[in-house]
Each structure stands twice: as structure tokens, then as C-alpha cells.
């Protein structure tokens, strides 16, 4: 079993900034894939940003110049650097990892458990 444990939400004004981490622990061979997504009240969960194993980049449109991923192999974890932070930025982030549990073997898909990120205006 592999779980995703994030840290780092909470509120900021407009203009400010936050990180978030997710760190993965578990058994299993390696971490291919790991994202965040968002999502808010109402709204359908998004992608924000996602990362290979080496380090290949994709951003939504939205958040492109602001945001920021990476990731520390090492550590099994992945980090998000948000800049500029705007209201509409505001939801619950959650974390994502595709986790192959033995060489060549199935990957997996796996979700934190959301946290949450408000920009007041």
C-alpha cells in the first residue's frame, strides 16, 4: 500500500505565495508520474501540474509563470511552488502519484488525502 501525505496549505492574500509537499511511503520499486491537481467548490477536479520521473514538466494554462513543480527523487516527494496566488486559485489540492510497485511490473494510481489552499482578495 503507498500513501501520499501533503502539507504546506493554507490561507494567503492575493499576491502571496505558498508551497505545498507530498510525500509518498510505502512498498514499492519505483514513482513514475506525480502531479497535483485542484479542486473547487462546484467545480470538476482539475490538473494543475505534473512531473516524470525525469523531470519533464506540464502546466495548466492557468497557473503557467506562477506555479511551480519539482521533485526530490530521493525523498519520494513532490513539491508545488505557487507564486502570484490569485482568488481564483482558491480549492483543495490534492496530490497524485503513478507508483510501480515491482520492476516492469503494474502501476498504480494514488491520491492524497486534499489540502487546502484560499487567497482572500
Known amino acids: 500500500q503507498v500513501q501520499l501525505v501533503e502539507s504546506g496549505g493554507g490561507l494567503v492574500q492575493a499576491g502571496g505565495s505558498l508551497t505545498l509537499s507530498c510525500a509518498a511511503s510505502?512498498?514499492?520499486?519505483?514513482?513514475?508520474?506525480m502531479a497535483w491537481y485542484r479542486q473547487a467548490p462546484g467545480k470538476q477536479r482539475e490538473l494543475v501540474a505534473h512531473i516524470t520521473h525525469g523531470s519533464i514538466t506540464n502546466y495548466a494554462d492557468s497557473v503557467k509563470g506562477r506555479f511551480t513543480i519539482s521533485r526530490d527523487t530521493a525523498k519520494n516527494t513532490v513539491y508545488l511552488q505557487m507564486n502570484s496566488l490569485e482568488p481564483e486559485d482558491t480549492a483543495v489540492y490534492y496530490c497524485?502519484?503513478?507508483?510501480?510497485?515491482?520492476?516492469?511490473?503494474?502501476?498504480?494510481?494514488?491520491w492524497g488525502q486534499g489540502t487546502q489552499v484560499t487567497t482572500s482578495s
Open positions: 510505502g512498498s514499492f520499486f519505483s514513482i513514475n508520474g
Open positions: 497524485y502519484a503513478e507508483v510501480e510497485h515491482r520492476r516492469g511490473g503494474i502501476v498504480g494510481t494514488y
